[in-house]
């Protein structure tokens, strides 16, 4: 079934095109199917539906928020979780003399 290309017009070979992305469109909406059913079936093997796994393996998800390690005693709703650059109000307070065990919550 080999299809001589230079032999067909623009519109023709336009329309292929159309027909060739339509056709992909549906094999990897049918491949897609398939993985999933065979994702299911293998986590059914070990006694786990697959919404009760994880999709990223085992490190924590992106956009986990780590719990805030310190606090402005002036105002607490400034929290510092320990990571990443010091707020100014952390060194405003070891400049006047605070310890960082002074801030923790």
């Known amino acids: 079934m080999a299809i001589d ?3 067909m017009s623009r519109k023709e ?3 292929l095109r159309n027909q060739v992305e339509k056709a992909l469109k ?3 909406t049918r491949e897609r199917k398939e993985a999933l059913k065979a994702a299911e079936k293998a986590a059914a093997e070990f006694g786990f539906s697959l919404s009760e796994l ?5 490190k924590p998800s992106k956009g986990a928020k780590t719990k805030p ?3 402005n005693p002036n105002d607490p709703s400034q ?3 320990g990571r990443g650059r010091k707020p100014q109000w ?6 006047a003399g605070a310890d960082i065990t002074d801030l923790e919550i």
Request: hydrophobic share 40%.
């Open 5 to 7: 290309l230079e032999k």
């Open 54 to 58: 994880p999709l990223d393996g085992i």
């Open 26 to 28: 549906s094999a990897e």
């Open 90 to 95: 952390i060194h405003d307070a070891l400049k």
């Open 69 to 71: 390690k310190y606090h």
């Open 79 to 81: 929290t510092w979780t």
């Open 13 to 15: 070979l336009l329309e």
